[in-house]
């Protein structure tokens, strides 16, 4: 029987892959689009996909709440930059249906913040709690550097959008060596400041970002996480606390201000033991494995009927595949990236 929503209840256990491990958790990309040209994430000509390989948003939902029978807890929108998408608050609007039922325990994004001062109270209004917030720096000048196309000023009036919204924000920021390693310290003392969370992390080998072989320029950006914490380790007392999101990051307390810093380490430490997460593109190619190449065509089984058996399947034969970890690894003697597709087509 089907419950208010039109879901029909799991008839077998939730997703559980190989390794014993329950998928709770899922990352699913509205679009591959950005605002920015984050210099770590895309190449500044990028060729984005035509409209018709990108789902639409009731398919998007469709998928979302095949996974929400299936046992998901989580689920993160991310992009591209999830907030460039028309008409995405429908989205939310709709997938929030499942916090009320209590099928969802929390509905979230990953955004640049370019445009949360628009969709700010939206959000929380539609039963987002928090976001996470992707900055690398303080300084305007560097900020544009950086992301190439976006302005600091828009990003800190959205940040105020979402704290007036009462929406809890974690900053993420990637460490890039050479580039903003020297500004960690303030980072960390701003974000006690504002009452934010803040997770630093490594650079990934995905996808080439100069057009000339990004091998080279990830080993220039690679600043292993384990040096950053013991430069800050020198100014503030770092506890290790047992704090987890469904996230990757491993957290401490710093003791001085009370406020969490989570470290994720998918070079230096690993956090493939404890995975629970897969993520979906905006094609509907469902990836097991961030750092695996191997995927599942979740978009013809979606638009081949108007029913989700045979979406269900295809959703667990996949997990069925799911690897014990990835394969990253950054290297003078590796000239291409690990994976050859760019964070912003995979998600986040």
Not at 92 to 109: N, V
Not at 110 to 121: E, F, V
Request: net charge positive.
């Amino acid at each position: 029987m089907a419950s208010a929503d039109g879901m029909v209840p799991a008839e077998r256990p939730p997703l559980v892959d190989p390794f014993g491990r329950a998928i709770t958790y899922v990352r699913v990309s509205v679009t591959d689009r950005c605002d920015f040209r984050c210099v770590y994430c895309m190449s500044e000509d990028m060729h984005f996909l035509p409209k018709a390989e990108v789902l639409s948003l009731e398919e998007l939902d469709r998928l979302c709440s095949a996974f929400v029978r299936l046992g998901t807890r989580k689920l993160r929108l991310t992009g591209g930059e999830p907030l460039v998408r028309r008409d995405i608050l429908e989205l939310i609007r709709s997938l929030g249906r499942h916090l009320r039922t209590g099928r969802l325990d929390e509905l979230t994004l990953t955004t640049n913040g370019s445009q949360l001062a628009r969709h700010a109270d939206a959000l929380a209004e539609a039963g987002v709690r928090r976001v996470n917030v992707s900055l690398d720096t303080l300084d305007p000048a560097r900020f544009e550097r950086i992301t190439r196309w976006g302005r600091l000023s828009r990003v800190m009036e959205g940040l105020a959008a979402a704290k007036a919204a009462g929406l809890a924000v974690k900053i993420n920021c990637v460490a890039l060596k050479g580039v903003n390693e020297d500004e960690t310290e303030t980072l960390v003392a701003w974000c006690a400041g504002q009452g934010f969370d803040l997770s630093f992390i490594e650079v990934m080998p995905l996808g080439d970002i100069d057009g000339a072989g990004g091998g080279e320029t990830r080993l220039a950006q690679y600043l292993p996480l384990s040096l950053l914490r013991a430069r800050l380790a020198r100014r503030w007392t770092l506890t290790d606390i047992p704090w987890r999101t469904g996230g990757p990051a491993r957290y401490v307390r710093v003791e001085e201000t009370g406020q969490r810093i989570g470290f994720i380490t998918p070079l230096t430490h690993n956090f493939c033991e404890s995975c629970n997460r897969v993520r979906v593109t905006c094609t509907g190619r469902l990836f097991m494995c961030l750092g695996q190449e191997d995927s599942a065509d979740l978009r013809t089984p979606l638009r081949a009927a108007p029913d989700d058996a045979a979406l269900t399947e295809a959703i667990r034969e996949a997990i069925g595949r799911k690897p014990k970890g990835h394969d990253f690894i950054i290297d003078r003697r590796q000239k291409g990236p690990a994976v050859g597709r760019h964070m912003s087509v995979t998600g986040g």
